[in-house]
């Protein structure tokens, strides 16, 4: 009986102690895992979409919630002046959820361009949609009031080939982000005023 | 026999070093190695999980009973990959994209369990510190011989820090094959071959 009471005791007092210093490392990382998590995965994309902007669409962000969830929106300025907005998006892919970073420029209603931040589609297939800078360039200075789609649904991009799913999710993850950015629009116009000063 | 402190140490280095003596955590070895700075990120990161979990596994091996030791071992082991798990994520995000699951799966390499089971649980704190010293540098050499075999050939460069240094120049043409999974069971293979005969006298 001893016996019995003590391993319970030794478990419970290593198991109690480690998850309380594993919290506190939780914690004091947190903010600085968020940073860099920003800075390899949706900095290269957000860096590739509002290239030439004047200023640090990192640091000039913004959160808003929208139902639940709370979403980043960065701000992309050009001389001087705010003028597309960026944020994340998922579309359904072939392996998973893509992600998928989408710039729209609101001074004049286009597509300013998109990047594929997250993924799991087959290496040298649907992946060609994060490592092809090809593919993603059709999507640069679409409208915004038609929905984007691959040429085999009537649309304008042609699909990489071999991985129509993972461009079909793509384009639905742009479609996805036209419709945030309307429903959003009255809120988002505020933060962005906000930038202009 | 009892061993020195310092024989403890070098014992890690050369005889008992893990991948190619024990042929112990060949998973990540396997794995990780397709660049000299990969196997060195996945070595550092085991040798801290080793080293820390060694030496509090020893320490509080008169309070441990012996019939939960193996779960108070994973407990241990299993908090300190997390600890090396969120660092890497908050100092190093490149290297955490590299290595990936990898460094979860620290916690079932089975030299760190080993350790823990046959030496640390037996013998003084120093004694089990500088043994999970040597086993853990002996397996981050073992990983950066390997990544050096492998992506010298496969890519013609090498990778130290984040960046590749070309060697061999534009008019080498990469062996693809040794960057594969395929290379690394060849190259260990050999390499397990060459420290054999360097050892038979």
């Known amino acids: 009986m001893n016996e019995m009471i003590k391993m319970v005791v030794v478990l419970t007092v290593l198991s109690s102690f480690s998850g309380g210093l594993l919290a506190a490392l939780n914690n004091g990382t947190r903010d600085r895992i968020a940073n860099q998590e920003l800075q390899f995965v949706k900095g290269p994309a957000i860096a590739s979409i509002l290239e030439g902007a004047s200023n640090d669409p990192i640091s000039d962000r913004f959160a808003l919630s929208r139902g639940e969830t709370e979403m980043s929106f960065f701000v992309g300025a050009f001389d001087g002046e705010p003028r597309a907005l960026v944020f994340e998006t998922t579309g359904k892919g072939f392996g998973g959820d893509v992600g998928l970073m989408v710039g729209l420029n609101f001074k004049d209603n286009t597509l300013m361009g998109v990047g594929v931040t997250t993924h799991a589609e087959t290496p040298g297939m649907g992946a060609k949609a994060k490592d092809d800078p090809g593919f993603v360039a059709q999507f640069k200075g679409l409208p915004l009031d038609k929905p984007v789609n691959v040429t085999s649904d009537g649309g304008l991009i042609s699909a990489i080939s071999g991985a129509t799913i993972t461009s079909r999710a793509v384009c639905s993850a742009t479609n996805e982000a036209v419709k945030i950015y309307k429903e959003l629009k009255p809120q988002l116009d505020e933060k962005i005023k906000e930038f202009k000063k | ?201």
């Open chain 2, 1 to 201: 026999m009892a061993k020195t402190i310092t024989q403890e140490f070098v014992k890690g280095l050369w005889d008992e070093v893990p991948p190619f003596r024990l042929v112990l955590g060949l998973c990540p070895v396997l794995a990780v190695t397709k660049t000299l700075y990969n196997g060195w990120g996945m070595g550092v990161a085991t040798t801290f999980v080793l080293v820390c979990s060694n030496v509090l596994v020893s320490s509080l091996r008169k309070v441990i009973p012996p019939k939960v030791r193996i779960a108070c071992f994973i407990v241990v082991i299993a908090s300190f990959v997390t600890v090396v798990e969120l660092l890497m994520q908050a100092y190093a995000y490149p290297l955490f994209l590299e290595l990936g699951i990898f460094i979860p799966l620290i916690v079932v390499n089975c030299i760190v369990l080993g350790r823990s089971e046959a030496f640390a649980s037996k013998k003084g704190v120093i004694a089990s510190l500088s043994d999970g010293l040597g086993i853990g540098i002996g397996f981050t050499l073992s990983l950066c011989a390997l990544g050096t075999v492998r992506e010298l050939l496969g890519t013609g460069g090498l990778t130290l820090y984040k960046t590749a240094i070309p060697v061999f120049g534009p008019s080498f043409e990469p062996f693809k094959f040794m960057v594969e999974a395929p290379g690394a069971f060849v190259s260990l293979g050999l390499m397990l071959c060459l420290m054999n005969l360097a050892g038979k006298k």
